[in-house]
């Protein structure tokens, strides 16, 4: 799903990455502002020769020799509407990394690929689509991946499978298969703050929250896509460490046909991960997982929260590999997102009404299905402020408060320029 976009209403397209698809845009649902950007003219002269309305053309583009942030400020004035209802759509992930990076805009992704490669999978666009037209059916914030929508609403089954997931190999001889819900913001990012599904993680982690069966669900419907599994098993814990996937492991066996392993077990007493750099994590869980001979001629999924290097996969999957499993795949709730520290510059924190406190992502933990809200940050303090807002109009107040066309030309004339 779009961390910063409420309501889609406008996209500015990156006409250079889509050179022969011209008439497509026709298709696109007459009720959203197109603009076209690009310095070649004969682009720009073909989209003008399909004369529609809601058709706007710019013969400039950021991304030439130095990448200008301003240039967006002047496409949302084209367009006449706010960062938050308007993304940026291409066919270059390179350019879509390099826009996230710096500003907090909506992003859509055209690849024919239904795999990502690995470097690439750190650093995912907002929505991915396979098709132009499939632009149409993704307005509303209710579409994109499969783990952040369930995290954020009751959606049936029906409506689970048709949400997009991350499929990604570790190396190229598909022995490292990773299937992912979705994304984690970790608490770094400013994405995190208003992102249900890696705030709901985070207080699993920890015990706060029990979001079991949200998180059964989930895995479920990414077992249910990997072909001919018969057998699952978790990527064990650290020494000393709770078993927070035995529970979860039991509920999916219970519904669907598969067999339990216990096959991996931790030798070895490894800091956590999180301290080291992604080339350090190799060497930090190397010789850390041993098994037995009952993974021979297995398809097994492995089970984990988060994905952030892959170095405790891979040492696992080796490790079962070593002792003849057939084929290991791992299957994951979120893949860690790189952050950049450029977010920060217009991240505003949602401010309480009746304090000095801000608002902040919760959860009610006395209801069965766990609603989130926002509460004030004074909720802990001695003068108690008991503030609320529910989720979505916080989360409305929250892209008001950061929407990019609050700033002036001045604010953006010192990010402009930036080198690549
Ligand atoms: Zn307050």
Not at 45 to 73: H, W
Request: charged content about 25%; hydrophobic content about 35%; proline content about 2%.
């Amino acid at each position: 799903m779009f961390v910063s976009i409420s309501y889609l209403k406008g996209l500015i397209i990156d006409l250079d990455t889509f050179k022969y698809e011209h008439s497509k845009w026709l298709n696109i649902h007459k009720g959203m502002k197109l603009l076209f950007f690009s310095t070649n003219q004969i682009l720009l002269n073909n989209i003008e020769q399909l004369d529609q309305r809601n058709f706007y053309l710019a013969n400039s583009n950021p991304f030439q020799f130095v990448f200008n942030i301003g240039s967006f400020l002047d496409f949302f004035s084209i367009l006449n509407l706010r960062s938050h209802e308007v993304a940026f759509v291409s066919s270059s992930l390179e350019r879509i990394q390099l826009l996230q990076k710096h500003l907090p805009i909506g992003t859509i992704y055209i690849s024919k690929s239904q795999s990502l490669n690995y470097n690439d999978v750190g650093k995912l666009p907002d929505i991915i689509c396979q098709r132009i037209e499939e632009i149409n059916i993704i307005r509303n914030r209710k579409n994109g991946y499969l783990a952040e929508v369930a995290a954020e609403s009751t959606v049936n089954k029906a409506r689970l499978e048709k949400l997009q997931l991350v499929k990604t190999e570790l190396d190229n001889d598909h022995c490292f298969t990773i299937l992912s819900g979705g994304r984690y913001f970790n608490t770094k990012d400013p994405r995190s703050s208003t992102h249900q599904l890696s705030k709901r993680i985070l207080k699993s982690k920890d015990n706060q929250l029990n979001n079991s069966h949200l998180f059964v669900s989930i895995y479920i419907e990414l077992l249910n896509l990997i072909k001919e599994a018969d057998s699952i098993a978790r990527i064990p814990p650290r020494k000393g460490k709770p078993d927070r996937f035995y529970k979860i492991i039991n509920s999916i066996s219970k519904t669907i046909d598969i067999r339990i392993l216990n096959c991996l077990k931790c030798v070895k007493d490894y800091p956590s991960q999180k301290l080291f750099s992604s080339i350090d994590r190799t060497s930090n869980v190397k010789g850390a997982f041993v098994t037995d001979g009952s993974v021979k001629g297995r398809n097994i999924v492995l089970l984990d929260d988060i994905v952030s290097s892959g170095a405790t996969f891979r040492e696992c999957a080796t490790e079962l590999y070593k002792n003849n499993a057939e084929k290991v795949t791992l299957i994951t709730l979120g893949v860690n997102q790189f952050h950049s520290s450029w977010r920060f510059k217009y991240h505003k924190k949602i401010l309480c009404k009746e304090c000095d406190g801000h608002m902040v992502l919760r959860f009610n933990s006395k209801k069965t299905n766990k609603p989130a809200f926002f509460g004030c940050s004074n909720y802990y303090s001695k003068n108690k402020c008991k503030f609320t807002l529910n989720y979505s109009y916080g989360l409305n107040e929250y892209f008001q408060a950061t929407d990019l066309t609050n700033l002036t030309n001045e604010d953006f004339a010192r990010d402009l320029d930036i080198s690549f």
